[in-house]
């Protein structure tokens, strides 16, 4: 018999149905609340303060999709893992559970081993150390942008925030400006708990970094990742003052902040763009996404940006036929910095399970090499000195990069 001083409330109309799982649970020395309604839940999570919840879906007065929604607007309970058990397991009830802010889903009858181990792996996750990034530290904000769609964009900022915070062992921001069905949390398996949707209706003056702390979702790589907002209409209250209010909260904080940026030249895309320290334009090799690339630097000069503040990122999404890179940098006359390889089935495999492969497979050539490429991108100061105390990613990084320089 183990104990725990984890607090779990479990809700469901049906007394049969609160009695297996408490039962289930039992052996973990949990610490079990029960309610039979929504409204109980609501109630009894602020008397009870739970650390994980576990909610029926189908209850008299508020279902557990609402209720899920409700906690997530508490701020107590807006990180806090949620997980929904019911009977009906079809591929739509699982997405809107995960819309609603839940963490995972369970379908009922249920196995107690499973639910012994899902349970113990929600807590684990919420009890990853997040240390709080020191305040007014060196920024370096790096914005990903293109004026087409499908370069991979959001897969390339995921891959750049989590290699940062892996190589460098502390929390990098990453923001998702593309309001309008941004993939940032998708693509590191975050629900939508909290998204900029809460930053909506709250007016700038009260947005600080405490507020930010409660919005931010973190991810076990040390990435914090302020998510699209989960509604279209929550988007068309977030101004660019209030964009720019935000990144300038998040660089006093954090030493890299990273911005996926939507496909368009719009005021808060702009703004994201202006805050950049280094704006990573992505292309592909075909002669639409070369195009776009050529309109986007002619805006860039007319917004006086410096040249060298835009790093062109050829980044190869077709297997053969795509255009060759010399006569890109020719029709561009700008040289490409960096280029990747086609890797369409490794990205592919890593967005459906949410794994990013700078982190999942770092030893092998794709991970390696975008974990090489966060390094490069990181502060030069940073870069030409030994951390204290070196991360596995760092000395992966300094390993590869000595056996190249011997070879």
Same mark, same amino acid.
């Given at each position: 018999?183990?104990?725990? !001083?984890?607090?779990?409330? /479990?809700?469901?109309?049906?007394?049969?149905?609160? =009695?297996?799982?408490?039962?289930?649970?039992?052996?973990?020395?949990?610490?079990?609340?029960? +309610?039979?309604?929504?409204?109980?839940?609501?109630?009894?999570?602020?008397?009870?303060?739970?650390?994980?919840?576990?909610?029926?879906?189908?209850?008299?007065?508020?279902?557990?999709?609402?209720?899920?929604?409700?906690?997530?607007?508490?701020?107590?309970?807006?990180?806090?893992?949620? #997980?929904?058990?019911?009977?009906?397991?079809?591929?739509?009830?699982?997405?809107?559970?995960?819309?609603?802010?839940?963490?995972?889903?369970?379908?009922?009858?249920?196995?107690?081993?499973?639910?012994?181990?899902?349970? =113990?792996?929600?807590?684990?996750?919420?009890?990853?150390?997040?240390?709080?990034?020191?305040?007014?530290?060196?920024?370096?904000? *790096?914005?990903?942008?293109?004026?087409?769609?499908?370069?991979? /964009?959001?897969?390339?900022?995921?891959?750049?925030?989590?290699? #940062?915070?892996?190589?460098?062992?502390?929390?990098?921001?990453?923001?998702?400006?593309?309001?309008?069905?941004?993939?940032?949390?998708?693509?590191? !398996? *975050?629900?939508?708990?909290?998204?900029?949707?809460?930053?909506?209706?709250?007016?700038?003056?009260?947005?600080?970094?405490?507020?930010?702390?409660?919005?931010?979702?973190?991810?076990?790589?040390?990435?914090?990742?302020? +998510?699209?907002?989960?509604?279209?209409?929550?988007?068309?209250?977030?101004?660019?003052? =209030?964009?720019?209010?935000?990144?300038?909260? *998040?660089?006093?904080?954090?030493?890299?902040?990273?911005?996926?940026?939507?496909?368009?030249?719009?005021?808060?895309?702009?703004?994201?763009?202006?805050?950049?320290?280094?704006?990573?334009?992505?292309?592909?090799?075909?002669?639409?996404?070369?195009?776009?690339?050529?309109?986007?630097?002619?805006?860039?000069?007319?917004?006086?940006?410096?040249?060298?503040?835009? #790093?062109?990122?050829?980044?190869?999404?077709?297997?053969?036929?795509?255009?060759?890179?010399?006569?890109?940098?020719?029709? #561009?006359?700008?040289?490409?910095?960096?280029?990747?390889?086609?890797?369409?089935?490794?990205? *592919?495999?890593?967005? !459906?399970?949410?794994?990013?492969?700078?982190?999942?497979?770092?030893?092998?050539?794709?991970?390696? /090499?975008?974990?090489?490429?966060?390094?490069?991108?990181?502060?030069?100061?940073?870069?030409?000195?030994?951390?204290?105390?070196?991360?596995?990613?760092?000395?992966?990084?300094?390993?590869?990069?000595?056996?190249?320089?011997?070879?």
């Amino acid at each position: 018999m183990t104990t725990t !001083n984890h607090r779990i409330l /479990i809700v469901d109309d049906t007394p049969l149905n609160l =009695k297996m799982v408490s039962a289930a649970l039992a052996p973990g020395g949990y610490q079990i609340e029960t +309610a039979t309604s929504g409204q109980m839940a609501l109630d009894r999570a602020v008397s009870f303060r739970p650390d994980l919840f576990i909610l029926d879906v189908m209850m008299p007065d508020i279902d557990g999709y609402e209720v899920c929604r409700r906690l997530r607007r508490m701020s107590a309970f807006a990180q806090h893992p949620i #997980l929904m058990l019911t009977a009906n397991d079809s591929l739509e009830e699982r997405v809107r559970g995960l819309e609603a802010g839940a963490d995972d889903y369970m379908s009922k009858p249920f196995q107690p081993i499973e639910l012994q181990a899902r349970v =113990k792996a929600l807590l684990r996750r919420m009890s990853v150390a997040t240390a709080p990034p020191l305040a007014l530290v060196r920024n370096e904000t *790096l914005a990903f942008f293109s004026l087409r769609g499908g370069v991979g /964009i959001s897969t390339l900022a995921t891959n750049l925030a989590v290699g #940062l915070a892996q190589i460098w062992g502390e929390p990098v921001a990453l923001v998702d400006l593309a309001f309008i069905s941004g993939q940032s949390a998708l693509m590191l !398996n *975050l629900p939508l708990r909290t998204t900029w949707g809460d930053l909506a209706t709250p007016p700038i003056y009260e947005i600080d970094y405490d507020l930010l702390q409660q919005v931010l979702m973190p991810h076990s790589s040390g990435v914090h990742v302020l +998510a699209s907002a989960a509604r279209p209409e929550q988007s068309e209250l977030i101004t660019a003052e =209030k964009v720019a209010h935000v990144l300038s909260i *998040l660089r006093q904080h954090y030493s890299y902040v990273v911005l996926d940026l939507p496909h368009d030249f719009s005021a808060t895309t702009l703004t994201g763009l202006d805050s950049a320290n280094t704006v990573l334009l992505v292309l592909a090799p075909e002669i639409a996404s070369v195009r776009a690339t050529a309109c986007a630097l002619d805006v860039f000069v007319k917004l006086d940006y410096a040249p060298d503040k835009l #790093l062109l990122l050829l980044n190869t999404t077709v297997e053969q036929g795509g255009l060759v890179r010399k006569d890109i940098e020719l029709a #561009l006359h700008h040289p490409i910095a960096q280029a990747l390889p086609y890797a369409a089935e490794a990205y *592919l495999s890593a967005l !459906n399970r949410g794994v990013p492969p700078v982190l999942d497979q770092p030893n092998k050539p794709l991970g390696a /090499i975008l974990e090489r490429w966060a390094f490069h991108l990181s502060r030069e100061a940073q870069r030409m000195q030994r951390p204290a105390t070196p991360t596995p990613a760092w000395q992966r990084v300094a390993q590869s990069n000595y056996a190249r320089k011997t070879r």
